[in-house]
């Protein structure tokens, strides 16, 4: 059973940054991809961005350019860099680890809430 734990969100403003955190158990971390995913209010899950275990990344159109997904195989993590948050990045942000192309294990969520 893989456990993903996210740490770093919080609170910031207009503009601002944050570096989310996702640390994973299990000895096959490198092998996997990872991503991000967040859940605003009343809305469905959506995909932000992954990384392969060869270190492509994708992003969704909303984020690109202003967020980077990279990973530490060494430390089983996972970071997303966010820079010039909106308020509308305001959501619930997810790390999840994938299996057989899809998301199969899920972290616990971290807040995040761009506002002024």
């Given at each position: 059973q893989v456990q993903l734990v996210e740490s770093g969100g919080g609170l910031v403003q207009p503009g601002g940054s944050l570096r989310?955190?996702?640390?994973?158990?299990?000895s096959i971390f490198s092998s996997r991809t990872m991503g991000w995913f967040r859940q605003?209010?009343?809305k469905q899950r959506d995909m932000v961005a992954t990384i392969n275990?060869?270190?492509?990344?994708?992003?969704?159109d909303s984020v690109k350019g202003r967020f980077t997904i990279s990973r530490d195989n060494a430390k089983n993590t996972v970071y997303l860099q966010t820079n010039n948050m909106k308020p509308e990045d305001t959501a619930v942000y997810y790390c999840t680890q994938y299996v057989s192309f899809r998301p199969a294990y899920?972290?616990?969520?971290t807040q995040v809430t761009v506002s002024s």
């Open positions: 989310l955190s996702c640390a994973a158990s299990g605003a209010p009343g275990s060869r270190g492509s990344t994708d992003y969704s899920w972290g616990q969520g």
